[in-house]
């Protein structure tokens, strides 16, 4: 089973900023406490827009008919959510329901919509059970229709609409509309747990601000980047049933699912919890990780969602079910969708994770072979510096020797590019995408250095420079240690290899010249980018 992604990919929403040109001002962060927010990388400020909001006609989860026109008078909220979405999607809406109660009475002036944004799934009963299980049925109006009139109205929202190697990505945009139905903000909705309940107070504050008396918004939270609880932390959360739940370091691996019960929209949700009963009575027996379940109460529709769940099970489950309430804890072990297996060391690093969503159920039997894979190819941490790189890729073959020996440099374009590749056949090659002026790009370079330094003998590892200055990248590359070269690109050039949904983005290559994975956007541990290179370039 193939799920839907909604990343927040940078070509992808500078496709929509572009459609939406004429309509942007300059950005701006005027409403409501500022504390942190121009430094918080993970919340959208908000850009204002001027104009009319689209006009449309759609059909809503209870099979009527719905005009924008028809809220004139009230500020509408208006997002484009994919109906069948397990990442970014739940996040809005969960926003969306944030602002609304922060306003109080005064919510009842303004009008949640939703438009859907999977081309794979625009009935009627999508948009309901998407609703249903998120327990938006009767907060909200969730729109569809069939493709061509929703094709339209993306295009009039600069939403960009794509279905890569089998996923659905969309530009997740949240639209503020005047109760003049004049467009009034943009929002970017962002991969974060944590900052939720932020993004919902930015959504009241604007709301606010064009109704007449501007109500009084019932939320003073500081804007500062909620800081993120990871797998080196030691943390106590609730235990549903009771008792506590401890995550993080010592007494050995751990193996976590984060999951919440709405995933049961597009998978067998139960079968898979079930099954970690099997796993748990084997690893006893064998010595494995013992595992836990944690799941994302922030997004859950309500706070008996989950009993209610978990009463329903055929059998009990033997293992503990923490309940993470802020949602810190998933970003802190960089869950991307769910369910989402991460398996840790005992010090707390990511060994091995894995998407159930996007790569399918994994039985007892396959999980155990992962793990105990993943317990041995488990590398030591690495540090890389100009004296410890030469030494650990010494006697490296002589294909990969020359790329060691044009370290940090920028060495050709698209075309040599494409010849070195080429002549690289025969190794597998680990392509990465970046730029000097993209924070993420900067935040993982240093875990492609040390992968390089470890895997270098054995697996080729080449830069790719993409829309950037040479003087830039020169001056780039010139302060961050790496055992390979890059070579100078734009996006549009890369896609003859692979669809670029923005940076960075690492292409893995086999052998024989196949593209065999592309990951987009940023590696945020160590053992997340180990893995993968296990996986396809080992």
Request: contains cysteine; aromatic residues 8%.
């Amino acid at each position: 089973m193939r799920r839907r992604r909604s990343l927040i990919a940078w070509v992808v929403l500078i496709a929509g900023v572009l459609v939406l040109g004429a309509l942007l001002t300059r950005p701006s962060t005027r409403t409501g406490p500022q504390t942190g927010l121009a430094r918080n990388p993970v919340l959208d400020a908000g850009t204002a827009l001027h104009g009319r909001a689209g006009g449309f006609t759609l059909t809503d989860e209870f099979a009527r008919r719905v005009s924008l026109r028809s809220f004139h008078g009230k500020v509408v909220i208006l997002a484009f959510n994919d109906s069948q979405c397990t990442t970014v999607c739940p996040l809005t809406t969960t926003a969306m329901l944030d602002a609304k109660e922060m306003l109080g009475a005064a919510g009842s002036r303004v009008q949640l919509l939703g438009i859907d944004a999977n081309p794979n799934a625009t009935s009627v009963k999508d948009v309901r059970a998407y609703s249903t299980t998120h327990g938006m049925l009767h907060q909200w109006r969730f729109l569809t229709a069939p493709l061509p009139e929703l094709e339209r109205v993306w295009k009039s929202y600069g939403i960009a609409v794509q279905i890569i190697r089998g996923q659905i990505d969309h530009t997740p945009a949240l639209f503020v509309i005047g109760p003049d139905g004049r467009l009034a903000r943009l929002y970017l909705t962002q991969m974060s747990y944590g900052s939720i309940p932020q993004l919902g107070q930015l959504l009241a504050h604007e709301a606010s601000s064009l109704l007449p008396g501007h109500p009084h918004v019932r939320s003073r939270l500081s804007y500062a980047q909620v800081a993120s609880v990871g797998p080196s932390t030691a943390v106590s959360l609730p235990r549903a049933g009771g008792g506590e739940v401890h995550l993080g370091p010592g007494s050995g691996p751990r193996l976590r699912m984060f999951f919440a019960t709405w995933d049961a929209q597009v998978l067998a949700l139960r079968t898979e919890l079930e099954a970690l009963n099997r796993y748990r009575a084997i690893a006893t027996a064998k010595g494995l990780p013992p595992v836990s379940a944690v799941d994302e109460g922030s997004v859950e529709p309500s706070r008996n969602a989950l009993p209610k769940f978990l009463g329903r099970l055929s059998r009990p489950l033997s293992y503990p079910v923490a309940i993470d309430e802020s949602g810190r804890v998933a970003d802190g072990y960089q869950v991307q969708d769910e369910p989402w297996f991460v398996l840790t060391s005992d010090s707390g690093r990511v060994l091995w994770f894995y998407d159930v969503a996007t790569q399918g159920p994994l039985s007892p039997a396959a999980l155990i072979r992962d793990v105990r894979a993943a317990l041995r190819a488990a590398p030591p941490a690495a540090k890389t510096s100009p004296t410890t790189i030469p030494s650990a890729l010494a006697g490296s073959p002589a294909p990969l020797a020359a790329l060691h020996a044009q370290a940090g440099k920028l060495v050709g374009s698209q075309s040599a590019l494409m010849a070195r590749l080429h002549a690289l056949r025969g190794y597998p090659v680990v392509i990465n995408a970046w730029a000097s002026w993209c924070p993420p790009c900067k935040a993982e370079f240093p875990l492609f250095a040390s992968a390089a330094a470890r895997y270098g003998r054995k697996v080729a590892f080449v830069g790719v420079d993409t829309n950037d200055s040479a003087g830039d990248a020169s001056s780039f590359l010139a302060k961050h240690q790496i055992s390979y070269p890059s070579y100078q690109s734009t996006t549009p050039q890369l896609s003859s290899l692979t669809a670029i949904l923005g940076l960075p983005t690492t292409i893995f290559v086999n052998r024989a010249g196949k593209i065999v994975h592309v990951h987009s956007y940023e590696y945020a541990a160590q053992g997340t980018l180990d893995q993968d290179i296990a996986t396809y370039a080992r």
